[in-house]
């Protein structure tokens, strides 16, 4: 960890040097005013004391120093290494900011709401021990509502949204906004509704009469302009593990560390000019996992990781660092390229337009083991003017039942209008069979046709491609090949996908966000039934349609992701691999790197060629011969 001063000057009201000061010049009595004010700054300066007070918590020093960095500072990025307590820093901040500070007005946000909440589970899960009960003292209490969870404490309060929710976040108008995991939350959002949050003043009546009264008490000589108050300013806190260099984030970090340093512009100068005003005091802490004590982490796992990630993955999950763009077969610079911008469309979506159409691909796996494999599926929305896909609906979970996988397998084919259908012939075999004979499906008057072509040999492609058309029958559902991975159609459906990224031919839907994600919640679906997550937490429908709906993004960026770990290995015979590196095979665990929903995006888009091609090919059916020849 390095430390650069910079060029902002220091903040005397924040220096424990100086409070210590005149704490030791005090001398006999003082009038009750004074006394709470230096309680007050005496409380904000040792931060580390208050919350062992008032929460029962002994913080670390980096917890302690973290903290106060985000009381102290206007524009604050934390880039924490995995396991640095992040959540659980973040909730002591929120409550000692509360607690100090009647006036907050928090904004809890985050890519998830999920993830907002969790910093209010963390929250309650502090006050409910038997050491906070100096604060409980202080009328802490926590509302939770579909979409909103509020938690008060005296006169101050922090509120959690859905970052989807735009135009209701327009609403409100918080002093200070704690954005957690930062890589989530879209550049046009943070732009357009989180900093405006931040042009708006607190108290800006009462500033506006004391620097009246300030003034005219100048104009007597009764006072110096140096003297004036200093009103804190609206404050942002980001929250974040790194990115790679190409994206957003790293550019903000960027422009903060030259801020900082004195290097950045001045406004007015060069091509871009500074967001925020030239006064505003920023911070920038950038943690890896040593800056944290030993007993923090679990050895063992800081072993397997040294030993099964690669060493860029390694940097930037624990080293907390920013990395390059990634060597692998599919570029995530490439895969950012083919994502559409938060706020256009194709977005992610719970249900299809009646109007569109859409092909379905799944990887299948049923092991009810959460370390095993994910039974993945995606949904792609068909433009048939562009020939492109585009991914707005996925599926990856590992530790739930068969039957569970067909509940979520028949909701897409009921909600989506779907007319294609393809699988890993490999367990897609007794998938399907599994759901043509459930009663689930006969329940519904549903079954799925396979088409046995064999759709291998470039020689054969058009034939097979007619075989496959005169076979195709949607009404009837009669549109599904199970497709066995050879190694000659593995390099192929490879090929044709890094090809389709690098040519846009295959996209990534955004975020639902403002009236679309409106409109998908109000859909009406089984989701009392689905399960899409296994660490879900029970909740009304209301808000499990809200994790549903920014779940979907969560998957699309798990597909990239998995896709950017691929490496090719070539083996002596000529053939290719498309697998993960040998150290991330290696991994154990629910969280383990996996490969699925990739494998799932390779049929899928393989899958869109074969539709493509018999959309566009000759409506001549091929005549089977039905004449046996015979001697005479």
């Not at 004391?49 to 002994?58: A, C, M, N």
């Not at 799944?362 to 929305?381: E, L, R, S, Y």
């Amino acid at each position: 960890m390095s430390w650069i001063k910079g060029k902002q000057g220091y903040r005397l009201e924040y220096s424990s040097k100086e409070l210590n000061k005149v704490l030791k010049e005090l001398k006999g009595s003082i009038k009750e005013e004074e006394a709470k004010y230096l309680l007050y700054k005496f409380l904000r300066n040792n931060i580390a004391f208050t919350s062992e007070l008032f929460l029962g918590v002994k913080l670390f020093p980096f917890q302690a120093m973290a903290i106060k960095g985000m009381m102290v500072s206007d524009y604050s990025m934390f880039v924490f290494s995995r396991g640095m307590s992040k959540t659980f820093s973040t909730a002591i901040y929120v409550l000692l900011e509360c607690l100090l500070n009647p006036s907050s007005n928090i904004g809890v946000i985050a890519g998830t709401f999920r993830q907002s909440k969790q910093i209010f589970q963390k929250m309650e899960d502090i006050i409910s021990k038997p050491e906070a009960s100096l604060i409980r003292e202080c009328g802490f209490k926590i509302q939770k509502g579909t979409d909103q969870w509020t938690m008060t404490l005296g006169k101050a309060k922090a509120i959690a949204l859905p970052l989807a929710n735009g135009d209701r976040l327009r609403g409100f108008r918080f002093n200070r906004i704690v954005l957690d995991e930062f890589l989530t939350i879209p550049e046009k959002i943070f732009n357009e509704v989180i900093i405006p949050f931040l042009s708006v003043a607190e108290n800006p009546i009462e500033r506006e009469e004391l620097h009246n009264l300030e003034s005219k008490l100048i104009d007597k000589g009764e006072m110096t302009e140096k003297e004036r108050y200093i009103w804190p300013n609206n404050k942002l806190i980001i929250l974040s593990s790194p990115s790679f260099k190409f994206e957003y984030m790293y550019k903000l970090y960027k422009k903060y560390v030259d801020l900082i340093s004195g290097l950045a512009v001045k406004e007015g100068e060069g091509e871009e000019e500074d967001d925020f005003k030239d006064e505003a005091y920023r911070l920038v802490m950038q943690l890896s996992y040593d800056c944290a004590p030993q007993r923090l982490y679990d050895q063992n796992l800081l072993k397997q990781a040294k030993a099964t990630m690669s060493e860029m993955q390694f940097k930037r999950e624990f080293g907390a660092q920013f990395i390059d763009e990634n060597d692998g077969y599919f570029r995530l610079s490439k895969m950012a390229a083919c994502t559409i911008p938060d706020g256009e469309f194709p977005a992610v979506e719970v249900v299809g337009n009646p109007s569109e159409e859409y092909l379905l691909a799944f990887d299948p796996n049923w092991a009810g083991n959460t370390n095993a494999d994910h039974f993945a599926m995606h949904v792609f929305k068909i433009d048939k003017d562009a020939q492109k896909i585009c991914l707005v609906h996925s599926y990856a979970i590992a530790g739930v039942s068969l039957r569970q996988h067909m509940e979520y397998f028949l909701y897409l084919i009921q909600h989506f209008n779907i007319v294609g259908i393809c699988g890993d012939y490999n367990g897609g075999v007794q998938f399907i069979n599994s759901c043509n004979e459930s009663a689930l499906f006969q329940a519904q008057n549903i079954k799925i046709g396979v088409i046995d072509t064999d759709l291998e040999k470039p020689e054969n492609w058009n034939s097979d491609i007619m075989f496959f058309k005169n076979r195709y029958n949607v009404k009837e559902r009669n549109y599904c090949i199970l497709r066995k991975p050879t190694s000659n159609w593995i390099r192929n459906a490879n090929e044709m996908l890094q090809a389709a990224i690098d040519h846009k031919r295959i996209l990534f839907a955004s975020r639902a966000v403002d009236s679309h994600f409106d409109e998908q919640r109000k859909k009406n679906i089984p989701i009392d039934k689905l399960k899409w997550d296994i660490q879900a937490p029970k909740a009304s429908k209301g808000a499990m349609m809200i994790d549903l709906i920014d779940h979907q993004k969560s998957i699309v960026e798990l597909t990239k992701a998995e896709c950017a770990n691929i490496e090719v290995i070539a083996n002596p015979q000529g053939s290719q691999s498309f697998n993960l590196p040998q150290n991330l095979r290696r991994q154990k665990g629910t969280h383990r790197a996996r490969k699925d929903s990739y494998s799932a995006l390779v049929l899928g888009n393989w899958f869109a060629k074969v539709y493509f091609d018999s959309e566009n090919a000759s409506t001549e059916k091929i005549v089977e011969s039905t004449f046996i020849p015979f001697a005479i």
